[in-house]
């Protein structure tokens, strides 16, 4: 029985908000926090038979976030926010005692950067504390490590390559959209590739590299090289990686577009006067495009997400992959929340609950792929995320 706060009343907030009502042995009590309270009752609303009690919070006020943990005294903090706000949460988290979990790493606002140096640098202010921050338990970060830790329990004595695929099969029916908050999505697709190989750092163009992968369900799709963060905490704790890529497919038409927003400014996060006031084009850009959480209702299709593993099992080469199929469909049937924010909610109410039934509980700042993935791996089916594993199979990759 522990109370949680969750805050962030987006796609993912909501996920999280209906999973963990799912739950009451473990969630009793449930409060949900944003900017925005009116969205934080709309998504209590729509939960039937629990209680959800909702807040206005400002989540980069240390103050104001203290004031109401003390009040409220949760176990732990669920933080589905924005990245810009991780240092802030953790910040109040520290001094309320409160354990925290994320699902996006920090980004600074004027900067488009994401790097776990920040967030790490907290580890010894945690453990003080005797408190556990989980980074990253979304999906991609989140589940797609916890897949990689299990490899490497269970099937592999040496990895050597790790490709993480992410494929959105599915089809919304507008022109263009962003299945997470548009700024922070924008800021991570048009920043330049980058992977690992040979104990280095390799940067490409945006979108330099692509082959089409089939998925698993869907079908062929162009797939790109771009940097994600998971690949920075995954290359440091399974040091055997001489490789580690992480590929997102794209539409032409999505691309197309992406390209006009870079070309005519739209992305631009610099701040511009427009009639005396200062705007920064890529936020009055997300005004403009539809809300990821308005997606749901008209979402056909999948998602497949997972790891292709190559590496050495008792002395011989043995190929791995690991994936989950999520129905946008099912998704909103479910919450009202289209397959992206499901597939990072969910594994954020899991990772909570592995904290709160001491399954993943340990003083500091830890990525999920430093816990033990069994008893994880055993719930998350039953949860809505359940997996599939093929062995000795053409993983279709370059190396
Ligand atoms: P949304 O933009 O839909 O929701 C973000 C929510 O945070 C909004 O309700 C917003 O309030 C609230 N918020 C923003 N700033 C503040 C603030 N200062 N104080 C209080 N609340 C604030 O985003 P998503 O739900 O799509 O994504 C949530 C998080 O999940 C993001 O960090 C994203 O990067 C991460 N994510 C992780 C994935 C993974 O697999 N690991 C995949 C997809 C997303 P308001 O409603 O007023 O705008």
Known sequence: MAKVIIIGAGGVGRVVAHKCAQVPEVFSD?????????KCKEIAQSIPNRTIKTAQIDAE????????????KPDIVINVALPYQD??????????????????NYEPKNEAKFEYSW???????????????????????????????????????????????DCNGGDHGKAFATNF????????????????????????????????????????RNSYVMYHEELESLVKNFPTLKQARFWMTFGDEYLTHLRVIQNIGMASIE??????????????????LPKPETLGENYTGKTSIGCRIKGIKDGKEKTFYIWNNCSHQAAYN???????????????????LMLLTDKWKKPGVFNVEEFDPDPFMEKIGSYGLPWQIEENIDLELPY
């Not at 003080?128 to 897949?147: H, M, R, S, V």
């Open 30 to 38: 449930i409060l949900l926090a944003s900017r925005t309270e009116s």
């Open 61 to 72: 006020n240390v103050s104001e976030m203290v004031t109401l943990f003390n009040s409220y």
């Open 87 to 104: 240092l802030f949460i953790m910040d109040a988290c520290l001094e309320a005692g409160v354990h925290y979990l994320d699902t996006a």
């Open 119 to 165: 967030q790490w640098a907290y580890a010894d202010k945690f453990k003080e504390k005797n408190l556990t921050a989980i980074l990253g338990c979304g999906f991609d970060p989140g589940q797609t490590q916890i897949y990689t830790a299990y490899a490497a329990k269970h099937y592999f004595d040496e990895m050597h390559y790790l490709d993480i695929v």
């Open 181 to 220: 908050n548009p700024e922070i999505n924008i800021r991570e697709i048009t920043q330049k590739g980058k992977f690992w190989k040979n104990g280095d750092w390799v940067e490409t163009e945006p979108h330099e590299i692509m082959v089409p992968l089939k998925y698993p369900n869907i079908g062929v």
């Open 271 to 288: 701040p511009i006067l427009y009639k005396g006031v200062e705007i920064v084009p890529l936020q009055f850009l997300k005004e403009t």
């Open 334 to 352: 479910e919450t009202g929340a289209q397959g992206v924010s499901y597939t990072t909610g969910v594994p954020a109410m899991l990772g909570a």
